[in-house]
Nanobody
Framework: QVRLVESGGALVQPGGSLRLSCAAS????????MGWYRQAPGKQRELVAA???????NYVDSVRGRFTISRDNAKNTVSLQMNSLEPDDTAVYYC???????????????WGQGTQVTVSS
């Protein structure tokens, strides 16, 4: 069993910053990709940022230049530094990991429970 635990969501004013963190634990052999998704009320869940084990990163256009994803492969953690937050960033943010549980396993996908980020004055 694999568990993803997120932290860092909060209420913040426009222009402010937040840092989200996620730690993966359990039966993990190796993690391919770790990332963050978000879902705002009435909208589909969207990819915000992702980081591969090889160090590649990608961002949704709306956050590029404001958000930075970082990953510690040794600790199985991923963080999302969010700067210059805007009201449109308000959403529940979910940690996501695509990983192998053994040398011969297929790729599994896991989700965290979500953490609320609210940007409002």
């Amino acid at each position: 069993q694999v568990r993803l635990v997120e932290s860092g969501g909060a209420l913040v004013q426009p222009g402010g910053s937040l840092r989200l963190s996620c730690a993966a634990s359990g039966s993990i052999f190796s993690i391919n990709t770790m990332g963050w998704y978000r879902q705002a009320p009435g909208k589909q869940r969207e990819l915000v940022a992702a980081s591969t084990s090889g160090g590649r990163t990608n961002y949704v256009d709306s956050v590029r230049g404001r958000f930075t994803i970082s990953r510690d492969n040794a600790k199985n953690t991923v963080s999302l530094q969010m700067n210059s937050l805007e009201p449109d960033d308000t959403a529940v943010y979910y940690c996501n990991a695509k990983l192998y549980t053994s040398y011969t396993s297929r790729l599994y996908e896991y989700w965290g429970q979500g953490t609320q980020v609210t940007v409002s004055s």
